[in-house]
């Protein structure tokens, strides 16, 4: 087993694991303030569970990047990936006033799910950045589909590896997630690469 699929398959069955015991965790604590108890240490304990429940989902995300079989690939038409990611993040979007933008996208082979994802998390990434304008844009370049998402968003200031790397604090205060390393997890499952400058996050997926 290749060790991309190895690893996707360790951290897919810690998930399942650790689901239930967070699950049981959270719900007895919110019976229990349901109940009367106003011990101000249930609210952590709920809080707490609620962090760790956001960790597992980011790491089954991670894992599921890593397990993309490219032998299963259909076409994908990336604009409509994009509106739906959009929608997705409906609220957020309106809640930062933020307006999104984009130009013609191409239709390529790939897994349409771990795609939408990739859009989901980048704007996710901007909206977090309080960005208020995001562009996105593809263009033909070198056997390429080299895409640009750039935003107004505080500036993505690490712009080496350690933007990349899972549950890196980049952003002040904000808990640490797994966004980024998951987009590169997915462009390079498809065959590409993906880098960040202080504006902008770059990526380039193989023409069809």
């Known amino acids: 087993m290749p060790a991309d699929a190895e690893l996707s398959d360790f951290l897919l069955?810690?998930?399942?694991?650790?689901?239930?015991?967070?699950?049981?965790?959270?719900?007895?604590?919110e019976l229990l303030t349901k109940s009367g108890a106003s011990e101000p240490s249930l609210d952590?304990?709920?809080?707490?569970?609620?962090a760790a429940g956001a960790v597992v989902d980011g790491l089954s995300d991670y894992a599921l990047a890593l397990a993309i079989d490219p032998s299963r690939f259909q076409p994908v038409l990336l604009d409509i990936m994009l509106r739906s990611a959009m929608t997705k993040l409906a609220a957020a979007i309106r809640e930062n006033?933020?307006?999104?933008?984009y130009g013609e996208l191409p239709t390529l082979s790939g897994n349409g799910d771990r795609l939408l994802q990739l859009f989901e998390y980048l704007l996710d990434d901007a909206l977090r950045r309080r960005a208020t304008n995001i562009r996105v844009s593809a263009a033909a370049h070198d056997g390429a589909w080299q895409f640009?998402?750039?935003?107004?968003?505080?500036?993505?200031?690490?712009?080496?590896?350690?933007?990349?790397?899972?549950f890196t604090r980049l952003h002040g205060n904000q808990r640490p997630g797994p966004g980024l390393a998951v987009c590169r997890a997915i462009v390079e499952q498809h065959g590409g690469t993906m880098w960040a400058d202080s504006g902008a996050v770059h990526f380039t997926l193989p023409r069809s």
């Open 44 to 50: 952590f304990v709920v809080n707490g569970a609620a």
């Open 13 to 29: 069955r810690a998930c399942h694991d650790l689901r239930g015991p967070l699950r049981s965790v959270r719900i007895h604590t």
């Open 148 to 166: 640009t998402v750039s935003d107004d968003g505080a500036p993505l200031t690490e712009t080496e590896e350690r933007a990349f790397k899972p």
């Open 97 to 101: 006033a933020a307006e999104v933008t």
